[in-house]
């Protein structure tokens, strides 16, 4: 009851910081239209390539503007030693682990919802008819990655170039992921393979659940001083 | 109340602490001195189980930290330099995360009396980041009891306050003492030490070099021990 | 003292002599191969190359578990000088790869499950590095490559596991078949000592990588002594 207690409070307080600040999500979401803009201009809109490479340019867009929200949501509570606040009340480290990796889904889950439409029109896709399911896949991609992002923002945010260390760590070891919610999104997209979708989404879970049980072992050894 | 038992802190042939004893009582006041360097920032972790170390024990109210530091983290408060408060929260927004974090009981009522204690009550709903730095280190010290610790641990907290700011901190500090908490101050103040501690540790090069109860110490035979 | 000197030059020497043999029977005692020519005689350093950087992979991950459990120091040290012989010889493969592939598959690079793997895990170890030299505090620093380097070994078969389905959705080039199907004898003769050499080639290197990386250890704390 209590640990509940307590991962709702950082939770509640994480997302209190944000609606007053609101420099997290704003900067993703601007981070992220940029690279659909970018991707427009380097790719040609015009033919059907762009819509072969759009699951992929959504992906890193979501991953990109994901990185710069874990490296701020940490760095947030670098000012002024605020983790050690944190840290000297009587809860468990893997709780705060938790109560973030919670708070950055939600985080990055709101951009996900502002930048989907957005692509939708931009590229000109049909995704009525799996949205459900896609729904699902980028929930499930997001997971991963925040998962994993969580553990490293952690570390990075207390190395000498915390923005630069992060997208390094966290990118090599979140292949698993990433190319597993790419691919279920591709087969979604293409409307044929639908089947083939759903092995991808069943080892992205199988990813989700190995990444997360072990950054969660693991947490406390980073997070103490 | 408190014992430390031959607290070793290193790491390769780094040596921070090198076998730290000592027992506090019940109601004393205790003053750690000893210049950047010493290990009172490690020791100070240590008992407030932030860091572990790497030999030895704590031992807070009959509770070894090693077996449950969480039990601890509940005996003891902590104020330090750094306010550990939010400065896009309001006052009573940044006590009701602490109060929920230590799952204190009828906090809202607990929160009322403090804020009105470090008399801060007309600036329950404003941010922190617009209060002056003595304001923010009273909100601090309400923090710091919100949970009823029975022990205090100051570090170094009258860092950038000014002269009257210091004396609205020290009174309600006194008040706290004269209710029996147990108190470990670590200062660069040698006079604040002498003025206001029963009892003073100095610490130097992860050593307790000198743990003087009676008081009989001087001013400059203390400046003698942190300075060689 | 000296029984390890001693110990130390017996390793030497024995590695030397089985890296020399290796030498030979790589270049000299093995036959050619039928189709690919003298080119296939990369395949003997580039195989054992990829399993000592597994080994040594594996070595950061099982001492960076000892660590977090002891806290001690040298496991650690042995960590650090594992991943960077271990990065030594993934770059090794990187590059004898390309090598062989160019005139055998007529391309440099495929983006085949092995390839891809190998590509990922430099990156992995490299940025395992990168973070060692950007940590100040020691001890902090060391917890965290020693959380990476765990999680960086978790990762490598999960990384191969994905991108062979993901390689395999489409068919790409056949690549050839696993290493030890129709060997000649003589090449697996060759194959096998080579592997042999490369991992007393490795526990020397970790062995001398180790005891200089105690050495500077050891003189930084000096220093550090001196200056205060």
Redesign the interface.
């Known amino acids: 009851m209590?640990a509940l207690?307590?991962i709702?409070?950082?939770l509640?307080?994480d997302i209190?910081?944000e609606l007053?600040?609101k420099d997290i999500i704003v900067s993703m979401c601007v981070f992220a239209f940029i690279v659909v803009i970018v991707f427009n201009f380097t790719f040609d809109p015009t033919t059907q390539q762009i819509k072969i490479s759009a699951p992929g340019i959504l992906w890193v867009a979501l991953l990109f503007s994901g990185n710069i929200g874990l490296s701020r949501s940490f760095a947030r509570e670098q000012e002024?030693?605020?983790m050690?606040?944190?840290?000297?009340?009587?809860?468990?480290r893997s709780l705060i682990y938790i109560a973030k990796v919670i708070g950055n889904v939600i985080f990055m889950t709101i951009v996900q919802l502002i930048i989907l439409p957005v692509m939708v029109i931009l590229l000109d896709l049909s995704i009525g008819h799996v949205l459900p399911q896609l729904l699902v896949v980028l929930f499930l991609g997001t997971l991963g990655f925040a998962g994993?992002g969580t553990?490293?923002s952690t570390?990075s945010a207390?190395?000498?170039?915390r923005e630069v260390?992060l997208p390094?760590?966290l990118?090599?070891?979140s292949?698993?992921v990433i190319?597993?919610a790419t691919?279920s999104t591709a087969y979604l997209l293409s409307g044929k393979d639908i089947g083939?979708s759903l092995s991808?989404i069943k080892?992205l879970v199988g990813?989700d659940v190995?990444f997360l049980v072990?950054?969660f072992l693991?947490y406390e050894?980073?997070i103490?001083? | 109340m408190i014992t430390a038992q031959n607290i070793r802190k290193s790491f390769g042939h780094a040596h921070a602490l090198k076998g730290v004893n000592f027992h506090i009582k019940k109601g004393e006041y205790v003053s750690l001195l000893g210049i950047n360097g010493a290990g009172k920032t490690t020791l100070i972790r240590i008992i407030s189980a932030l860091t572990k170390p790497t030999e030895g024990n704590i031992i807070v109210s009959g509770v070894p930290l090693k077996k449950n530091p969480n039990l601890i983290r509940r005996l003891i408060g902590v104020m330090s330099h750094f306010t550990f408060l939010y400065g896009d929260m309001s006052a009573e927004e940044n006590l009701k995360f602490y109060g929920n974090m230590y799952n204190v009981p009828d906090l809202h009522d607990k929160i009322d009396q403090l804020l009105v204690k470090v008399n801060l009550n007309t600036r329950r709903y404003d941010l922190v980041r617009t209060f002056s730095r003595g304001m923010q280190q009273r909100l601090s010290l309400a923090r710091a009891i919100l949970h009823d610790p029975h022990i205090l641990l100051l570090d170094e907290p009258f860092a950038g306050l000014d002269v009257n700011a210091e004396k609205l901190l020290t009174d309600l500090i006194h008040d706290y003492v004269s209710g029996g908490m147990t108190i470990l101050l670590t200062t660069h103040d040698i006079n604040y030490a002498l003025r206001h501690s029963q009892r003073i540790f100095v610490l130097k090069e992860g050593e307790l070099v000198k743990d003087d109860v009676s008081g009989a110490l001087t001013r400059n035979e203390i400046a003698e021990l942190l300075s060689v | 003292m000296k029984n390890i000197k001693l110990t130390y030059l017996v390793l030497i020497v024995i590695t030397y002599m089985l890296v020399l043999t290796g030498l030979y029977l790589a270049f000299i005692y093995a036959p050619p191969e039928k189709t690919m020519g003298d080119v296939q005689r990369i395949f003997y350093f580039h195989v054992p190359s990829a399993w000592v950087s597994f080994i040594a992979f594996f070595v950061v991950c099982l001492a960076g578990i000892i660590f977090l459990k002891t806290g001690k120091e040298q496991w650690d040290r042995l960590a650090a000088s594992s991943a960077e012989i271990g990065v030594l010889f993934i770059v090794i493969v990187l590059i004898t790869g390309p090598l062989w592939a160019k005139p055998v598959w007529n391309t440099y690079w495929t983006w085949d499950p092995r390839l891809t793997t190998s590509f990922v895990l430099f990156l992995i170890y490299a940025a395992y590095l990168m973070l060692r030299s950007y940590v100040s505090n020691k001890e902090r620093g060391a917890r965290f490559a020693a959380v990476f380097g765990i999680i960086g070994f978790v990762d490598v078969p999960i990384v191969y596991m994905s991108i062979r389905w993901w390689r395999t959705q489409h068919p790409t080039p056949v690549i050839g078949g696993g290493s030890g199907s129709g060997l000649a004898p003589e090449m697996l003769t060759t194959l096998m000592f080579c592997l042999l050499a490369f991992t007393f080639l490795y526990i020397t290197l970790l062995v001398l990588r180790y005891q200089s990386e105690g050495v500077v250890k050891e003189f930084q704390a000096l220093k550090h002594k001196l200056q205060n």
């Open positions: 209590i207690k307590q709702l409070a950082i509640r307080k209190l910081l007053r600040s002024n030693s605020m050690q606040g944190v840290l000297l009340c009587p809860v468990d994993i553990l490293f570390i207390n190395t000498k170039s260390m390094i760590l990118f090599p070891v292949v698993p190319l597993s691919k083939q991808w080892l990813f190995i072990i950054c693991l050894y980073v103490e001083e």
